[in-house]
Each structure stands twice: as structure tokens, then as C-alpha cells.
């Protein structure tokens, strides 16, 4: 049973370049996230996915899409990158039922923009 | 002002001694409340959820938790080097606030 997945492990972009992270999930949960965790600051929502089909932003949108494939993955997309978005980016997914959910997170994907 | 506030730290405590983190949070609706362990260079990881006010106790770890005070803690008693880690407290409203995370190191 794998959890969370997410590819690459780590990355380096040039500014400008475009590119997309991946994850998926084997424990049939309904919602999916993607954070950034930089340091000093935990982690920041940046979209999240309550169910397959919607998305929503979160609380770091700007300069990110995402693409919630099917209910077990959930990518997230970088058009054009900036180096402000070198950071770690972690996926998490949760069964979705109310206050009692609890997140599962990928091992991260350390990104790097130069 | 942040949703959710950690003591800064880092925190050294003594191996053996009890390690004790603070957490605050801004929303008075907010319903349920998590701690994660995270190792350095590692995923989060739930270590203690609680809901209700009072204390939850699972091993060597206790969650305390006074809605009245918006104020959620972790005690870890019998500190173990292994339980070097940073500490993310997060609160659930309609979503999951992180705190920035108190860093903990157990001097053997």
C-alpha cells in the first residue's frame, strides 16, 4: 500500500520553464491538496480538490494550476516558473467526511528555480 | 494576524524530560485539531488528533486541548532522541491551518 505518491522526488527548473507535478493516491479518498512548505513558514494550501471533478484555490494560488485527473490523482502545474517558487511541494489526501479527516502526505518534491 | 501561532522554539529539552509545545489559533469554530511530526527532510505525519476539550493521551505523547482559550498543547514525557523533529500544529475549520512549527531536539 503505497499512500501518497508524487513524482519527481526533486527538480530544477530555469525561470520561465514550464512544468507539472504529480500525485496519486491508493486509499480511495475524495480530497486532494497541494502544499508549498518554505522554511519559517509551514505548510500554505495552495488548491485543493474536496471532490473528483472540483477544485478550489487555497491560500497561495497565484502562479499554479491544477488538474484533478481522477479520483486518485491530482497534478499540479507550473507555467512559467519564478524563483520565488523554489520550495518543497507536498501533496496530501483525506477521506473528505467533516471535521475528522485526517491529511496524508506524499514524501514532497523539492523544487528549485534558478 | 496568522490563524495559527506555534511558540517559536527551537526546543532543547534533556533526554528523559518532558517536552511541552503551544499552539493558538484565531478561529472560534474551529473543530478539530492535529499535531505532526515531521523529520527533517521527511513528510508530515499525524502523531495525535483531538476534538473534544481535555486531554487524549497515546503513548508517551498527550494532547491538551481548551477550546474556551482557543489553545491546543503536546506533551511528549520521557523525551527520546528520536523524537528530534519539528512539530506542526494544524486546526481544522472549512480547512487544515498549519502553524510555521516548533523544532525539537532531545539531548542525549
Known amino acids: 500500500n503505497a499512500g501518497v505518491t508524487q513524482t519527481p522526488k526533486f527538480q530544477v527548473l530555469k525561470t520561465g520553464q514550464s512544468m507539472t507535478l504529480q500525485c496519486a493516491q491508493d486509499?480511495?479518498?475524495?480530497?486532494m491538496y497541494w502544499y508549498r512548505q518554505d522554511p519559517g513558514m509551514g505548510l500554505r494550501l495552495i488548491y485543493y480538490?474536496?471532490?473528483?471533478?472540483?477544485?478550489d484555490k487555497g491560500e497561495v494560488p497565484n502562479g499554479y494550476n491544477v488538474s484533478r485527473l481522477n479520483k486518485r490523482e491530482f497534478s499540479l502545474r507550473l507555467e512559467s516558473a519564478a524563483p520565488s517558487q523554489t520550495s518543497v511541494y507536498f501533496c496530501?489526501?483525506?477521506?473528505?467526511?467533516?471535521?475528522?479527516?485526517?491529511?496524508?502526505f506524499g514524501a514532497g518534491t523539492r523544487l528549485s528555480v534558478l | 494576524q496568522k490563524e495559527v501561532e506555534q511558540n517559536s522554539g527551537p526546543l532543547s529539552v534533556p533526554e528523559g524530560a518532558i517536552a511541552s509545545l503551544n499552539c493558538t489559533y484565531s478561529?472560534?469554530?474551529?473543530?478539530?485539531f492535529f499535531w505532526y511530526r515531521q523529520y527533517s527532510g521527511k513528510s508530515p505525519e499525524l502523531i495525535m488528533s483531538i476534538y473534544s476539550n481535555g486531554d487524549k493521551e497515546d503513548g508517551r505523547f498527550t494532547a491538551q486541548l481548551n477550546k474556551a482559550s482557543q489553545y491546543v498543547s503536546l506533551l511528549i514525557r520521557d523525551s527520546q532522541p528520536s523524537d528530534s523533529a519539528t512539530y506542526l500544529c494544524a486546526v481544522n475549520d472549512y480547512k487544515l491551518s498549519f502553524g510555521a512549527g516548533t523544532t525539537v531536539t532531545v539531548r542525549a
Open positions: 486509499m480511495n479518498h475524495n480530497s
Open positions: 480538490s474536496a471532490s473528483e471533478g472540483t477544485t
Open positions: 478561529d472560534r469554530g474551529s473543530q478539530s
Open positions: 496530501a489526501s483525506s477521506s473528505g467526511q467533516g471535521a475528522v479527516d485526517i491529511q496524508y
